[in-house]
């Protein structure tokens, strides 16, 4: 049955919003967790309060353990205190954790304060975690039993403790001496095993596949992905299973983690919000910092554009095709960037494979230039045969200086858009941070260099 919300629960709350905060959560309350999450998105935080508090317990509980769920920590801040901690104490350990990580600092200093024991203890120590580690993603709440167990003593533990587990992919069977991990049992295994026979008789032959607290979130995907886990178990230096990290825990980290990225890719600071919360000064900030050093390096353009000035009185005609030779190399630049940032994610190639890479970028580079170099000459002939355009009496040597331009810039872009992720690597920034505007810019000026450097070597004694 649903809670009454008093007038004072939600500050400033009329009751006419209680009214609909009631009305709204019985429509709700039978619906799917996730269908219930994305309607309280879409509300106000005071709004998605009200109607958190009348939902029945367990199932406002159920809404905060979603991930899903990002205005989270904004809607607690607006609960009575007694309440939201009790809602906290329900939810799971790694769920609470980053709530509070998100939290204010003196409302979450006084939301810990009213936690149960277990629940602050087990926070305490995530929030320890450095963020993006196994350590900070993982929960405390899983199924351990000692190896002396038979398999009916471990099902009749599970069916006590179950509630209070976030999952129960495998079991974790320790040494009942010295508590070190010894095997992990899938479910399925312990579900098909003699009741009378030991745990141990059901364990696999292989040694269980586990993670230190500090490993980062893209090597336990790696492993998640690579050994086909539902879960992997977090252990100490002396291999005591001190949490696990679920695949739906990768999942929801790694959309975060391409997501960041896709942004850095664009030319922007990563947004850590959605973009219909975001408000009009931070999407300013987070924008306007790249476009301002963007605007920088393309007025290096504009400058070098002002060095070849007395060329392009001489052979107006260069200037026809300048978008074209600055296009073609930043577009091969930012191909070249993504495969590269794509592969150092994965674990492809490392540091050390930067030399293999650019004798693979160089001849790609130069077929690359060299197809398009040829679309570029075609283009030249068919305007002038046609008749569509005069090119002059030198057309030849001019589509001669844009075919050869184009092999050159393209395989300057496509080694300098391979190279850049290395350098940001080794210097310790994020690879991501060579976003393809950025390297676009960066091609852009070397570009036209390049373009009247060729120019100059064509065409001198004929247009120049």
């Not at 019985?26 to 309607?39: F, P």
């Not at 926070?123 to 993982?138: D, F, N, Q, W």
């Not at 390297?439 to 247009?463: H, M, N, Q, R, S």
Request: aromatic share 6%; hydrophobic share 50%.
């Amino acid at each position: 049955m649903n809670e009454i919300v008093d007038r004072d629960t939600i500050r400033g709350a009329s009751v006419p919003a209680d009214l609909l905060a009631h009305t709204l959560a019985a429509s709700l309350a039978s619906e799917h967790v996730a269908d219930i999450v994305e309607t309280l998105e879409d509300q106000g935080a005071r709004s998605a309060a009200a109607i958190l508090l009348a939902l029945p317990f367990e199932r406002a509980v159920e809404v905060l353990d979603e991930p899903a769920f990002e205005t989270a920590p904004a809607v607690l801040a607006l609960l009575p205190e007694e309440r939201a901690a009790a809602f906290l104490d329900a939810m799971s350990a790694d769920r609470v954790t980053d709530v509070l990580a998100r939290t204010d600092g003196p409302a979450r200093a006084r939301l810990l304060r009213r936690l149960d024991a277990p629940t602050h203890a087990a926070v305490t120590r995530l929030l320890t975690y450095p963020e993006g580690s196994a350590g900070s993603l993982m929960t405390t709440e899983f199924v351990s039993v000692p190896a002396d167990w038979t398999v009916a003593q471990t099902l009749r533990h599970i069916g006590t403790v179950e509630r209070s587990r976030e999952t129960v992919y495998s079991i974790y069977v320790r040494d009942p001496a010295s508590g070190v991990l010894l095997h992990a049992v899938p479910l399925r295994r312990l579900l098909s095993g003699d009741p009378g026979a030991a745990i141990t008789t059901l364990a696999p032959a292989h040694k269980p596949v586990t993670v230190t607290p500090g490993a980062d979130r893209e090597d336990v995907a790696r492993l998640i992905s690579k050994y086909n886990l539902l879960a992997v178990p977090v252990v100490d230096v002396a291999g005591h299973v001190i949490g696990i990290v679920t695949v739906d825990d990768v999942i929801d980290t790694m959309i975060a983690e391409t997501t960041e990225d896709v942004q850095k890719l664009g030319g922007m600071e990563a947004l850590n919000e959605r973009y219909d919360q975001i408000g009009f000064l931070t999407m300013i900030r987070k924008r306007a910092g790249w476009l301002s050093i963007l605007l920088v390096g393309e007025m290096l353009t504009a400058s070098a554009m002002q060095v070849f000035e007395a060329e392009l009185e001489k052979a107006i005609v260069l200037a026809l095709f300048i978008p074209l030779i600055m296009s073609s190399g930043g577009n091969s630049g930012s191909q070249a960037t993504s495969l590269i940032i794509r592969a150092l994610a994965l674990r492809e190639i490392s540091l050390k494979d930067w030399w293999r890479v650019a004798l693979r970028e160089l001849p790609t580079g130069m077929t690359l230039g060299a197809i398009l170099g040829a679309i570029g000459i075609a283009r030249i002939v068919a305007w002038q045969k046609l008749g569509l355009y005069d090119y002059g009496p030198h057309w030849l040597l001019v589509a001669a200086t844009i075919g050869a331009t184009l092999v050159c810039i393209v395989t300057f872009g496509s080694l300098t858009g391979s190279m850049l992720p290395f350098v940001l690597k080794r210097l310790g920034f994020d690879p991501a941070s060579a976003s393809a505007p950025f390297v676009a810019t960066l091609v852009d000026v070397t570009g036209l260099v390049i373009y009247f450097g060729v120019a100059a070597a064509i065409l001198t004694g004929t247009l120049l």
